[in-house]
């Protein structure tokens, strides 16, 4: 499968105002196919509610209200990441981000992440992480 991988570093870094994050992200818009997995979903929603709130992950959980009513926005957010493609995960890909793990040292969403890529055949990834630098079968797009 041909096309780029869209780590939530990327993301997160628009919705921070990142004009290089933005620049690239339209660039690879243009241009390339762009995928994503339920853990960039995860990941982005997560550090977002954090970044709007302000809080903790221990102090968000005694706080459903809060989250529940900031988290009116999470349509625009999720609309955001569908620009990138969501492809599913699978015990099969679970099991080569154990193989990630081990062989790259990866912590286990950025695993799952490169497992992702393997599965599909999506070989390029763009991402602010230094991590994916380390697997060797992904080039990580810059500018």
């Given at each position: 499968?041909?096309?780029?991988?869209?780590?939530?570093?990327?993301?997160?870094?628009?919705?921070?105002?990142?004009?290089?994050?933005?620049?690239?992200?339209?660039?690879?818009?243009?241009?390339?196919?762009?995928?994503?997995?339920?853990?960039?979903?995860?990941?982005?929603?997560?550090?977002?509610?954090?970044?709007?709130t302000?809080?903790?992950?221990?102090?968000?959980?005694?706080?459903p209200?809060?989250?529940?009513?900031?988290?009116?926005?999470?349509?625009?957010?999720?609309?955001?990441?569908?620009?990138?493609?969501?492809?599913?995960?699978?015990a099969?890909?679970?099991?080569?981000?154990?193989?990630?793990?081990?062989?790259?040292g990866?912590?286990?969403?950025?695993?799952l992440?490169?497992?992702?890529?393997?599965?599909?055949?999506?070989?390029?990834?763009?991402?602010?992480?230094?991590?994916?630098?380390?697997?060797?079968?992904?080039?990580v797009?810059?500018?």
């Amino acid at each position: 499968m041909s096309g780029v991988f869209v780590d939530s570093s990327v993301f997160l870094k628009i919705l921070e105002g990142d004009e290089t994050a933005k620049k690239l992200f339209v660039s690879l818009y243009q241009k390339e196919k762009l995928y994503r997995n339920a853990i960039v979903y995860s990941e982005v929603i997560y550090v977002w509610i954090k970044l709007v709130t302000g809080k903790k992950s221990f102090e968000l959980k005694k706080m459903p209200d809060s989250v529940r009513e900031i988290c009116s926005e999470i349509g625009n957010i999720k609309a955001f990441l569908d620009l990138a493609k969501s492809l599913p995960l699978s015990a099969e890909i679970e099991d080569l981000a154990g193989e990630m793990i081990q062989k790259y040292g990866l912590l286990p969403n950025d695993a799952l992440i490169a497992a992702t890529c393997k599965h599909y055949g999506i070989r390029k990834i763009a991402t602010f992480d230094e991590d994916f630098k380390r697997v060797d079968f992904l080039e990580v797009v810059e500018i």
